[in-house]
């Protein structure tokens, strides 16, 4: 809560976990991956400073990897490194280094594995930390073609664990939308040292709503299956549309008002009655059963549409389970929100304007990551001789 008196975060959620061994962790580099059922996100941490970790001399296949890692913003056709959000100078196991986040299609998996071993990943190590469903899913293949073994963690665990460590070491991490006189929306920064209780909720492909009293205190309290993966999915059906950057372009400059039936259009005005304003979203889609209406339409409008109404439902989902679970700051993560301010203005008023101000919206920079993160924290769990990335 804003204004509140700070929480001294734990050793071991700033630093990181320290090595399990005395020998410290050999096996570079390090990664974490969560493959999620849209998105594979993958953090790398890059070596800057060993500290008192004992590191073996980089081999030459490990400074290629860093090299082209590093180098480049774009890998192949659809991989994306997100250079804007690198941490430098982060600990982690006693060293000290800079977080990089890379992400890809999940389509794109036999791609991954394809440049893991034109690479020689792995010849490095035999194990890699990851999380989400897609470690089940593509564990077998990575075993049979590469010897690849991808250890694997409870992806809510990690994306809690993932959310604190971030936030210890980026103070800038949180913010919320300002709604100023119902005009225009600022970004400002929020002071999340002390954020218990919150709910988390992470918006991938599905949603799960999560609510969280201490670093090792929480529990899924709901969830909806239209998330991300509905809104893209919607999208490429109603407009033909090929990926969600597109997807939220066209929604950009479309009018939901011409698709949607609002209060207005039933009222002739607002609900006074139930505060219900004219411009409320009575019933998505509900213009668009007259054929007079489908053709005044068009794909912009059908995105923006799809756009609101996915939010609305998650909105109205997170603001009962904030009810229910007599919580007051709503944390709002996952690659959902990537280049999403449509959202998250709809998420920022709706909280406010429904709770007569008791609730706040806040969102994280690092949107998606934090679970790929949080399986990068398990690499305490292993040492040099597991070989372990």
């Known amino acids: 809560m804003a204004g509140s008196s700070p929480v001294k975060w734990s050793s071991s959620v700033v630093n990181g976990p320290a090595p399990s061994t005395t020998h410290g962790l050999h096996s570079m580099p390090w990664f974490g991956i969560d493959i999620g059922g849209t998105l594979v996100k993958l953090v790398y941490f890059e070596l800057t400073d060993s500290g008192s970790c004992e590191m073996q001399t980089e081999l030459e296949t490990m400074k290629n990897i860093r090299k082209y890692l590093t180098s480049n913003v774009a890998y192949g056709k659809s991989g994306i490194r997100d250079a804007h959000l690198e941490i430098k100078s982060i600990p982690l196991c006693n060293c000290k280094g800079t977080l990089h986040f890379i992400r890809f299609p999940t389509s794109e998996m036999d791609a991954f594995i394809e440049f ?49 460590y971030i936030y210890a070491n980026n103070n800038s991490e949180c913010y919320y939308w300002d709604d100023v006189g119902g005009k225009e929306f600022v970004k400002k920064q929020y002071n999340f040292s002390n954020p218990y209780p919150y709910l988390a909720v992470n918006i991938g492909s599905g949603v799960s709503i999560l609510a969280v009293r201490s670093p090792e205190k929480f529990q899924r309290v709901s969830g909806t299956s239209l998330g991300g993966g509905t809104f893209l999915g919607l999208c490429c059906l109603l407009t033909g549309c090929e990926t969600f950057e597109e997807a939220i372009e066209l929604a950009a400059e479309g009018d939901n008002t011409v698709v949607d039936k609002l209060v207005r259009d039933i009222y002739g005005g607002d609900y006074d009655r139930f ?13 668009m059963f007259l054929s007079e209406n489908r053709k005044n339409v068009n794909k912009h409008d059908l995105a923006k549409a799809t756009l609101v109404t996915i939010t609305n439902n998650i909105g109205s989902i997170a603001r009962m389970c904030a009810i229910n679970e007599g919580i007051e700051n709503i944390v709002f993560v996952g690659n959902f929100l990537r280049v999403n301010s449509i959202a998250m203005k709809l998420l920022s008023h709706a909280m406010d304007y429904w709770s007569k101000g008791a609730m706040k919206a806040l969102f994280l920079e690092h949107e998606g990551y934090f679970g790929a993160v949080g399986a990068l924290l398990e690499l305490s769990n292993f040492d040099d001789r597991n070989g372990v990335i």
């Not at 989400?132 to 590469?146: D, I, P, S």
């Not at 409320?280 to 213009?287: C, D, K, L, R």
């Open 116 to 164: 893991c071993g034109t690479k020689n990943l792995h010849d490095l190590a035999t194990t890699v930390c990851s999380t989400g469903g897609g470690a089940y899913k593509f564990g077998n293949v990575l075993k049979e073609v590469l010897n690849l073994e991808l250890e694997k963690y409870d992806e809510l665990n990690c994306l809690i664990r993932g959310i604190h």
């Open 275 to 287: 505060n219900l304003p004219g411009n409320t979203v009575a019933s998505s889609f509900g213009q």
